[in-house]
């Protein structure tokens, strides 16, 4: 959630910062009330824009929730599911994930798909069970033409706007499992194709580190988003490796 105000003086820096990074795939999701002013503001820019979250029906009395035709009619392309704080916030199960993907899926949106375990779940060993259940849990029933241009994000819970964050080894272990699991469920090829992101406390000065990573394919930031100047520098990291 970004603060109360006006959310142009963050994207048109955003702009400035970001303008000739074009070697790298960015995507900027901020909050529903400001996606349309986000995909006006980078319409002349190689910069991708996604909702935070969407409602799995297209139509009916669902007051309060955002569909996918309502987040591609703002230009949008990509949509964010579940992520953690809706899993602990709103209730958000494997099931209600399953749905929201091939609700995204049938819409012509590309999902991002959030996975990870909370810190109770790593200190007794659960991390590779937990994010298995969460990966089959959205991809239930799909196929790998269906899937096409998935995105995963593996954002560990404990790390997730606490300052910690996985050292780069774990969290390769981590990337590394999941698409091992993908390789199980569909075929090595679209497993090595997908983009598996790291989210959890990423920041300019562990982005280099994390990047180098052979199963990390990128950042979904969080906090680090709300300052144009750290953004940009976690871009700059990416550049670094690309």
């Not at 799995?56 to 309060?64: I, L, M």
Request: hydrophobic share 40%.
């Amino acid at each position: 959630m970004n603060p109360p105000g006006d959310p142009m003086p963050l994207l048109r820096e955003l702009k400035a910062r970001l303008m000739g990074m074009d070697s790298v795939d960015l995507l900027i999701a901020p909050p529903f009330t400001a996606l349309h002013q986000a995909v006006f503001m980078f319409k002349d820019m190689p910069i991708m824009t996604g909702a935070q979250n969407l409602y799995w029906e297209d139509k009916g009395a669902f007051t309060g929730e955002i569909s996918a035709s309502m987040i591609l009619d703002t230009g949008a392309t990509h949509v964010i599911i579940g992520h953690s704080e809706r899993r602990q916030f709103f209730s958000e199960t494997d099931e209600t994930v399953s749905l929201r993907v091939k609700a995204a899926l049938a819409s012509g949106l590309q999902p991002i798909v959030c996975v990870g375990e909370t810190e109770s779940e790593r200190e007794s060993g659960e991390t590779n069970d937990v994010v298995q259940w969460q990966l089959s849990g959205a991809l239930e029933g799909l196929t790998e033409e269906a899937i096409t241009g998935l995105i995963l994000a593996y954002e560990p819970v404990w790390a997730i706007g606490t300052g910690k964050v996985a050292q780069p080894q774990d969290a390769q272990d981590v990337h590394e499992f999941l698409r091992t699991q993908l390789k199980s469920k569909f075929s090595s090829v679209f497993a090595d194709s997908i983009r598996i992101l790291y989210g959890g406390s990423v920041k300019p000065d562990n982005a280099h580190g994390l990047f180098k990573q052979p199963d990390i394919d990128g950042a979904l930031v969080g906090g680090a988003s709300l300052s144009a100047e750290s953004f940009a520098g976690i871009a700059s990291a990416a550049i670094q490796l690309s």
